[in-house]
Each structure stands twice: as C-alpha cells, then as structure tokens.
C-alpha cells in the first residue's frame, strides 16, 4: 500500500465521519466479520514468520555448533598427524642409527680351523679378521638391504679348558695354553667379538646361545643373525618357533662348520659356509695322546676303526681271567699309527723290564729285581706318559691285599664320584681289563678300546667303574689284580632310619638280618654282606709271584 492510499484511508476513518453519514445509518465504527478473519490470518502469519525465523535462527546456531566440532576434531588430528610423523621421522633414524649384524656361534662344535687354532694369539687374531673380513664381503654381495659399514659383532661360547684338552689329545695344539691364547688374539682381535668361556657343565653354551638369540631376534638395530650351530639338532627346536614369519626367516642365516644335522637342514633359513674358517669334520678325542713333544707337531686325530666281530664273552664278573686266546704278540705301542709321528723322539732303550714276557699280557710284572736293573728313564715320569703308551704300572703296594680286623678285604679309596666324566669314560667303551689288569684275554678281537691313552686322572674315574660291579669272590678274594669292587662303593643313604648295620627282624636262630643301606637301597646289585664292611685297616697280606 502506498502512502497516498494510506492517507486516503486515514480520511475515511469512523473518526472522519460526519453526522450525516451517522444519519443515513451507515456506522463505519462496526467491525466487519471479515476484517477479523483478515486480520487474526495477518497475525497468524505473523507467528508463522517468527517460528520460520526462530527455526532457522537454531538451526544456524545448530550447524554452527557442528561445524566448529569439526574444525576441532580436524586441528586436533593435525596435531597429532604433524606428531606422528616428527615421531616416526625420529624413530626412524634412531633405527637406522645403529644398525649391526650378530654372529653367534657355538665354539664347543663350531671350532675354528686347525691351522689358527695351532698358532695360538696371532691365530685367534687371524680368526676374528677373518671372519669379520668373510661376514662384511656376504653383507655386501648378498645381503643388499644391510646398509655397508654396518657393524658386525661376535659372541663364542665355549668350555674353554674343556675344548682345549680335547683339542690337547686330538693333537690339534700342544699344550693347553695355545688354545687359552688363541681365545685371548680371538678376544683382542676386534672391539665387538668376545670369547666367552662358559665353564664345565652340560648344555651351558646351548642355554646361552639359546637366550641371546631370543635377546636379539626381535632387537630391530639388529639386521641379521650369523647363526653358528650345525653340529647340534638341538638348535632345531628355538629356530622352529620362528618358521611362520618371513621377517624371522630372513633374518637368520645358518652357518655350517660339520655338514648340518638332518633336522637343520630341513629348515627354511639361509645358510651360509666359509671355507678355511671353521672345522668341516668333528673332533675323535679316543686313540691320540694328550700331549706331543714341543718338536713334532704332525699329530692328527684318528678315524674311528672299524668295530670288530662280535664274539662270545665270559657270563659274569670273575675275578681271574682265562689266559689269551693267543700268544700272537701285539703291536708295539711305539710302533702303532698312532704314535708313528713321534717315533724318532722317543729312545727305545731295551731293559729287563721290556725283554720279559709271561703268557698274560707279555709285560713283566714289577718286582724290586727289574725295576732295580732298568735304566733310568730320559723324562719324568709322567712326561714318559704322555708321549709313548705304556701298560699302567701299579705301584709295589698293590701286590698287597689290605684286611680289616675280620680278615675281610678292604679296597682301597677311589676318586670322587663325578657323574659327567663317569658317562662320558662309560661311552668311550674303554676296556677296563686291558687298562687296568694289562691282560684282557681277547687282545686284538676284544670288542672293547685298547688304543686310547688314558690320563692319570681317567684312569682314577676307570677305577672307579670297575668298583662299581661287585666281584663274585667278595671279601674273601685274594687276587691283587682283582678290578672289581668287594664292597659296595656307593655312599649311604641319607636317613634317620637307616644308621650303619640295620636289625630289621631276628629269626628264631636269634641272627641278624641287614639291609642294602646305601642310596640304591635293595636295587644295588651288591649283595648285602658287602654293604657292611669294616675298612679300618689291621693287616695287610703280601702276595708274591
């Protein structure tokens, strides 16, 4: 409506009017039903409009709210991507920071070649450039993922005075000392490798090897693992819990000295052999000397021989032994191939106690005449020992049989019992009639070893087995070559109920009855008679022949 219109209304208002329109009946001060109706729809559409604006004013509010959620959430996450990937950056060059590759090897299998091992320091240098020089030279023709001038650290695990007087009798070194310096070059010869001497005892280099390949396996500065463990299937079951994982396989490269075990070589890993480093072949510890003079160094282990034809042996433990089967003479110790490298340093010097001969074992058996006729030896005793066999010589006491107080014989002490060394004499499969009588009845058809050279100390251990079954003459025995045990040697139980003879019940005769007291109890094989000798010694019965 424009103004004019407006205007015009305002002049015909009811307040405009004049009596006469009044007059003539026409009330403009009336309201109109239609001007109601008009009216209440203006305000209703009036609401309407404010609700439609209401509305749209919240709903702007409402998007409004929403939208800086967003922007929120969107900066936050900003943030945090920005943080992630500072920290991912950071984290990666920490990773790729100090990246190494680990060489683990077992030094009681894995031994390092002959040639190093023999020259001692400047070996155990030569071995850890060597291998350092072999594992860098694989990193970078196959291993192309390993950044060059990665770090390469070693660990060996060994007995080292365990190895060293196996590698002593192989021939390999001559003294015990050479291995002990070529542990210390190996040790100086480059800043990461470390000789670890783990000391005697069973599978405490495995136990090692096997917690510091579990220590370094997920260690992710370490890029590959050297793993030197051919010889041992044992390995087998720690490299199978990392089969189902590319990462793991890929990781692990094998190194082989002696050809893998079956169980090895069965694995998915890599493997890798470097020629001239490590020994191809295991050591054979029976049949070569402990020690070599200074002046020959040519002595190599022995191939185990041939095992003979079984034949027929005597039921039992007797104390006396058939004569031989044959008087054919058995070959000189010096002269065996065993010793033929050292022949020329060894005098052969004929004595009385090397013409005579009797029918067991064709040694003399020593008396005071020919010991007191032989010349004096050119070496010490058991220096003699080491460099040429010779039967064990019993000193003048053993022709003597010691009694106690009942006339029972009393055996005298052995060494300690040490069950490691017991079991591994026990699988050399030493006769122990040859070694310590020097007349087993079968000589060159005995199914039992006659060349190895045992040690003083092995020859103790010896002893101590051959005490272990006990002999059918039992205390009454009288023969002082007699090997076998005449009471039992096992220690006595440990046990309140059980104090030295033990009265258990008395028959109606009024006599005793004992028990096997010791820590076998009644599956010892000695009868309980010898459980409860006297070896307080009284007597002593001289034997002569």
Not at 306 to 334: C, N
Not at 441 to 466: D, F, Q, R, W
Request: hydrophobic residues 35%; proline residues 8%; positive net charge.
């Amino acid at each position: 409506m424009s103004p004019a219109q407006m205007y015009d209304n305002n002049q015909r208002s009811p307040a405009n009017s004049t009596p006469m329109d009044r007059q003539n009946g026409t009330n403009k001060l009336e309201p109109d039903n239609n001007t109601l109706q008009v009216l209440w729809a203006r305000y209703e559409q009036i609401v309407r409009n404010d609700a439609a604006k209401a509305d749209l004013l919240k709903e702007v509010l409402i998007r409004y709210e929403f939208l800086s959620q967003e922007h929120t959430k969107l900066a936050t996450y900003v943030q945090d991507k920005q943080a992630m990937e500072s920290g991912f950056r950071a984290m990666q060059i920490s990773m790729e920071a100090d990246p190494f590759v680990f060489i683990l090897i077992d030094g009681d299998g894995m031994i390092f070649h002959d040639a190093l091992l023999a020259t001692g320091e400047n070996g155990g240098l030569a071995a850890a450039g060597n291998l350092f020089n072999a594992v860098t030279r694989c990193i970078r023709d196959e291993l192309l993922s390993i950044p060059i001038g990665v770090r390469v650290v070693c660990r060996v695990y060994a007995n080292v005075r365990g190895l060293a007087e196996v590698l002593v009798k192989c021939g390999i070194i001559e003294e015990v000392n050479t291995f002990q310096d070529f542990v210390l070059g190996f040790t100086r010869g480059k800043a990461l490798f470390d000789f670890v001497d783990v000391g005697p005892g069973k599978d405490r280099a495995d136990q090692k090897l096997i917690e510091t390949f579990k220590l370094y396996i997920n260690d992710f500065h370490c890029r590959q693992i050297f793993f030197g463990c051919s010889h041992d299937n044992g390995y087998a079951r720690i490299l199978e819990e990392h089969l189902n994982d590319d990462v793991y396989t890929k990781k692990v490269t094998l190194l082989e000295g002696v050809p893998f075990e079956k169980e090895l070589l069965m694995l998915p890993f890599n493997t890798k052999k470097f020629p001239g480093l490590f020994r191809d072949r295991k050591l054979q510890v029976w049949g070569a000397p402990p020690a070599i003079p200074p002046a020959v160094n040519t002595m190599t282990c022995l191939p185990t021989p041939p095992v003979p034809k079984a034949i027929p042996v005597y039921a039992g433990m007797p104390t006396r032994f058939p004569p031989p089967l044959s008087r054919q003479p058995t070959q000189s110790p010096v002269d065996s191939p065993v010793l033929r490298n050292i022949r020329p340093a060894l005098p052969r010097t004929p004595s009385a106690s090397t013409l005579a001969s009797n029918d067991s074992a064709g040694l003399a058996k020593p008396t005071y005449a020919n010991m007191a006729v032989a010349p004096a030896p050119l070496f010490p005793e058991p220096e003699l020992a080491q460099l040429a066999y010779k039967k064990f010589m019993k000193p003048n006491n053993d022709e003597e049989i010691h009694c106690n107080r009942l006339g029972q014989r009393v055996d005298p002490p052995t060494r300690n019992y040490d069950k490691d060394e017991v079991n591994r004499l026990k699988k050399l499969k030493l006769c122990n009639v040859h070694f310590l009588r020097g007349e087993c009845p079968y000589n060159e058809n005995c199914t039992h070893l006659h060349e190895y050279i045992p040690s003083p100390a092995e020859l103790g251990t010896l002893k101590l087995v051959a005490r272990m079954a006990p002999c059918n003459m039992g205390t009454s025995c009288t023969d002082t070559k007699c090997i076998h045990g005449h009471r039992c040697p096992a220690p006595k139980k440990k046990s309140k109920e059980v104090k030295g003879v033990l009265v258990l019940n008395k028959g109606r005769t009024g006599e005793s009855s004992k028990i096997r007291d010791c820590i076998f109890g009644e599956d010892c094989k000695f009868p309980v008679e010898l459980h409860h000798v006297d070896t307080d010694i009284v007597k002593r019965t001289v034997i002569r022949n």
